[in-house]
């Protein structure tokens, strides 16, 4: 463990460099913070968090998506926006991309179900229309 100890920490810049650095996060996993293994830990994992949210980012999920996959988590389907997005037909314009959110709509959300309102203020994508045969 020394020997890993005394390597140079450098920048991961390929997808060895990425590969060799979980290895050893995997190898130091656990160790006790304050302690030399635990601070080449914390290093090596902001080093590791970086390359990934370079070379991996992930998108935020469309508005309408996220309530949709919220409800489902919860158990609920779409009477429980009743009240925290309107009546009935302004859930289902909402719900179906004919009304944008609002910025209450958001607060409400937010509130009630945790989504966060990063999430909630993203345009929502246009669902493609089918086309009759």
């Known amino acids: 463990m020394l020997e890993r100890l005394s390597m140079q920490i450098r920048p991961i810049r390929t997808q060895r460099d990425y590969e060799e650095a979980l290895r050893e996060i995997e190898c130091l996993w656990g160790a006790d913070e304050g ?6 830990l914390d290093v090596l994992t902001t080093l590791v968090e970086a390359y990934e949210d370079k070379h991996f980012p992930i998108d935020m999920p469309d508005p ?3 309530i949709r996959f919220r409800l489902e988590q919860q158990g609920l389907d779409h009477h429980a926006l009743l009240g925290v997005l309107g009546g009935r037909s302004r859930v289902y314009e909402v719900m179906h991309h ?3 959110l609002s ?3 958001i607060r409400r959300l937010n509130e009630r179900f945790g989504i966060p309102a990063e999430v909630l203020i993203r ?6 229309r089918r086309r009759a045969a």
């Open 98 to 100: 004919k009304r944008a």
């Open 103 to 105: 910025l209450e709509m």
């Open 123 to 128: 345009p929502a994508r246009a669902r493609r």
């Open 64 to 66: 309408i998506e996220a």
């Open 35 to 40: 302690t030399s293994e635990g601070d080449r």
